[in-house]
């Protein structure tokens, strides 16, 4: 087995997703009935629980086969609906290790091996990024790391806010750009910013933050006596895979004195690849920085890391000397407490998953595995190209990640005046055929429109380092597509 063929491509079932024997009515609808989320669950899953019930041995074997078999199988190798794609087996040996042994990532005391683990990581990750001697924490998922970044910038410019709150200060401000993650805006929320107070930044045809805009609004925001304080940038956005411009934006955030907060959730990982590394060029200049293994890198679910260079910073602004859990005067080295840094109490100790991969691979192999990602999803934008004629037509001309946008246009709407009806007619195709793909059990994709640009549905393949996808996949991807959209179009002869 090469390198590059590490993967589980035998894992789970052919089918990934139960197909659905409910056949379409005359006008090529299919019933409530036959949704496969509707009568049929019910009758195969007896949900309910009962006070003094219990089930024998089989029983339960039944319920968990049961439930495994009407799951969506995302370590299938068709599994393109979502940022992550199939699951590092090296990965699943780590979680069912850290399950099994029901550790929680507090203290060194219950946690000694794991502790020792997630400080090494973080100090690698650190020296990938260009802190140096930075901090971190494995977090519960971007969204959360994410706020770690806010908490962690207003605790800098405002320690009181720890002991005060936010009562007597200006509002403060956040920037972002409009193709950035929605965690901003609830991290706005959650942290009593207020989500007014999450400014939108506009971008480029590719999806990048505009500097000019960010600067315009800057100042508008100091004019209307708003305090700006924080700007996040995005390192592979989720819908176009775009990266800002990091050298850019942290240039107008030191002119500003502001907090530079990089979300790489989906493209961190371009951290370890060698054709690709530039992308993340100027993070060494951001304050923080999330990063979701469990995306790109095929880590399981969850695991992502908030990393700071800001030393210190991280249990100064979340510590709370509680001297139940966090004793100062232990017989170790109290600095391996990691939970001290943390929001959360008992957090799962997300670390070794990641260190277990890395440790048996060597972390260049996802280096060498995600720069393969991109090329193969450069393949893919050049067959795109070459089936235009065949309906296939890009959302955008380049694409700097592996997330790749696309329409298909059906045979029937070829060639006619593009107008509002010919596009809400196209824009009805990427969820009809994802319906189809989902009823058929071949393929699951992702689609989606983006309202800031005003344009409709479309669908969105990702590549991950996992499954390592081949030329002919990539066809067979395509013609798929092309198969399900037309004989939709046949069955119920005109889309309505
Ligand atoms: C760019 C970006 N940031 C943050 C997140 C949030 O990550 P999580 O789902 O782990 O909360 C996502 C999720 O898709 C994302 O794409």
Known sequence: MSDCTHGIEDFGEKRY????????????????EGNCKSKQEKKIIDLTIDENKSLTMSEIEKICRQVIKYSVKTSHGRFHNQLFGQMDPY?????????????????????????????????????????VNGDGIFSPGGSISNMYGLALAR????????????????????????????????????????????????????????????????????????????????????????????????????????WLHVDGCLGGSALFCYKYRQLLRGLHRSNSFSWNPHKSMGAPLQCSLFLTRELELLPKCNSLAVDYLFQQDKFYDVSYDTGNKSVQCGRKVDAFKLWLMLKARGYGSYGRLLDYALDISKVFVDKLRQRESRGFRLVID???????????????????????????????????????????????????????????????????????????????????????????????????
């Open 17 to 32: 997703i139960q197909a659905n024997e409910k056949p379409m009515d005359e006008k090529g609808k299919y019933s409530k």
């Open 398 to 496: 380049e694409f700097q990640y592996t997330n790749i946008c696309f329409w298909y246009i059906p045979e029937h709407l070829r060639n006619l005046e593009e107008t509002e009806e010919w596009k809400q007619k196209l824009y009805e195709v990427a969820p009809k055929v994802k319906e189809l793909m989902i009823r058929e059990g071949t393929l699951m994709l992702g689609y989606c429109p983006l309202q800031y640009r005003n344009i409709g549905n479309f669908f969105r393949m990702v590549f991950t380092c996992f499954p390592v996808i081949t030329d002919s996949e990539l066809d067979f991807i395509l013609n798929e597509i092309e198969r399900l959209a037309e004989q939709w179009h046949k069955d119920i002869n005109g889309f309505v």
């Open 91 to 131: 990965g699943l040996a780590g979680t069912w290790i850290s399950e099994a042994l029901n550790t929680s990532a507090y203290t060194f005391e219950v946690a000694p091996i794991f502790s020792l683990i997630e400080t090494e990581i973080i100090k690698r990750i650190c020296e990938l990024c260009g802190y």
């Open 155 to 258: 605790y800098k410019r405002f320690p009181n806010i720890k002991t005060d709150g936010m009562f007597g200060l200006p509002p403060l401000v956040l920037f972002t750009s409009e193709e950035s993650h929605y965690s901003l805006k609830k991290a706005a929320h959650w942290l009593g910013f207020g989500m007014d107070n999450c400014v939108e930044v506009t971008t480029n045809e590719r999806g990048q933050m505009s500097v000019e805009d960010l600067e315009d609004k800057i100042l508008q925001v100091k004019a209307e006596g708003r305090v700006p304080l924080f700007v996040n940038a995005t390192a592979g956005t989720t819908v176009l895979g775009a990266f800002d411009d990091f050298e850019k934006v942290a240039d107008i955030c030191e002119k500003y004195d502001l």
